[in-house]
């Protein structure tokens, strides 16, 4: 095998003899160069640093992370209002479960003194899950022992197995309600914690603009439009109007549908209104995009308007104006129907 070259090196210490290999000195060479290089990189990625983004292209990002805003508030609303009418549903089912339930014990009741006086009289081997069987599948899987007794009272034993059979369908429905709400409810949780990024991200963004670059943004103005309601209220459509002007100032809030003091969101504004103009229309824009549709040259105080793919609303008020609860951060304003919702239009409807 061929010998490693060695350099001898003499230490001042000891006088003795260090063996060091060129392989030693090929590593040192090694490290050193990585150092070196690495310095470079460090240097070439400081000169190469991102530049910073324009006022335009934050503009940009921000009026697309509002747009998500807005899409992701309504589904939100959406999931709300299936949560709501999912709790309705269970307290139903709750109902008639107690009915049947109550509809169930009492039959048992009464079967398990049939049962006591057939096992006494000896036509009957084991009573005792009659006697003791709360669960009305637990009867349902032993109603071969209802058998034994059905030949001199079969009406008592099909109405109670029918019994059973109810309260046993109403608990199923129940319970397949109940886990309906709670994935509903982690639906809400999880659609909040995007919302709540969302809002983080943009109010990053804003931070970079002045007030004068934030325009356009999305929905809103650069603050609400000033005067009183010029129209009378012998209309529904007037009336939805005047509630419309009364909110001026009032805070924006997902998922509100007013008061004032506990805030709105786009369509909970526009259904408040309709409301107390005494006129029931659905809760969502999504929704609200299927009521009867108005040609835009035919636009009145009174309609909603639709924008972002019927993922935001607004209550026309005339002259070319709207009254909007525009986004997270903002109060509910009258603003000019230009910019951003000229841009993003998608039409009107009337309840």
Known sequence: MEEERVTHVRTRSSGSTTRIGALGRRGAAVSLGLVAAGALVIASGAAAAAPQPTVTQVQQKLDKLN?????LDQQYDQVQQELSSASQQLALASLEAGRYRSRFDAMRAQVAQIATAA?????LITPEALLTASDPQQILNQSSILLELSSSNSAEMSAFLA???QLSGAQASESRVRDGILELKDRLAAQKSSLNKLISQQQALLAQLTPAEQAGTGPGGSGSIGGDDPLPTSTQAEKAVEFAYDQLG???????????QDGFDCSGLTQAAWAFAGVAIPRTSYEQADLPAVPESEIEPGDILEFLGDGHVGLYVGGGYLIDAPQTGEDVEKVAFSGWYQENFDGAVRP
């Open 67 to 71: 747009n998500e805003a807005q899409r």
């Open 119 to 123: 096992y006494e009289e000896g036509s």
């Open 163 to 165: 019994a059973a059979r």
């Open 250 to 260: 009032c805070p924006y809030v997902y998922g509100g549908t007013g008061p004032c």
